[in-house]
């Protein structure tokens, strides 16, 4: 805008002015400059990207026995009761006891919700998804007959699914 103003004047300061701006420009276009400012920049973005960097591992550093933990969880061959998967959630933060959680996984469709001897088994989806293992035991009963019990118990994968899922949420 200044050396449009100059360029109008027809004076010698207006003319003093004009060359002064116009070897200005060309020092600052030589290519001296613009790599010094092209530098600058780029340092600016690695001085920015090595923060982010020290910050993303103290972070893996903080998570890391979570990690283990999860990793540890869902190769896990043992399976645990839904009222243990309630304790564990309780512990990750999550409001919610074995009674809710069992009216949550029918309410979900992850459990079996008609009443009869399907009631809090697992719904075929949620068995394919390999969150869940059913385990019969037999009882003897006193009169001599035998009665078959089935417990639904929540694989490790369940487990690790159950507790994302609910921390997402």
């Known amino acids: 805008m200044a050396k449009q103003i100059c360029m109008v004047q027809k004076n010698k300061r207006a003319r003093a002015v004009r060359l002064y701006l116009i070897d200005l420009e060309k020092v600052w276009n030589t290519p001296e400059q613009v790599f010094a400012r092209a530098l600058k920049m780029a340092d600016q973005t690695i001085n920015k990207l090595k923060s982010e960097n020290h910050a993303l591992v103290a972070k893996i550093k903080q998570d890391k026995p979570k990690t283990i933990f999860a990793d540890a ?3 896990s ?7 243990d998967l309630a304790k564990l959630l309780k512990q990750n933060g999550v409001d919610i006891g074995q009674k809710r959680l069992f009216e949550w996984l029918r309410a979900n469709g992850y459990l079996i ?4 001897s399907d009631w809090n088994m697992p719904t075929q989806r949620s ?5 869940f293992d059913i385990k ?5 009963n006193p009169d001599g007959s035998i009665r078959i019990n089935r417990t639904t ?14 921390l997402a949420a």
Do not use: A, D
């Open 77 to 83: 061959h043992t399976s645990i009761l839904v009222g």
């Open 127 to 131: 068995m394919e998804m390999g969150l």
């Open 153 to 166: 118990k929540v694989t490790g994968r369940g487990q690790q699914y159950f507790i994302n899922k609910f």
């Open 136 to 140: 019969e035991s037999t009882v003897n």
């Open 113 to 116: 919700r008609h009443k009869g």
């Open 73 to 75: 969880v869902s190769t």
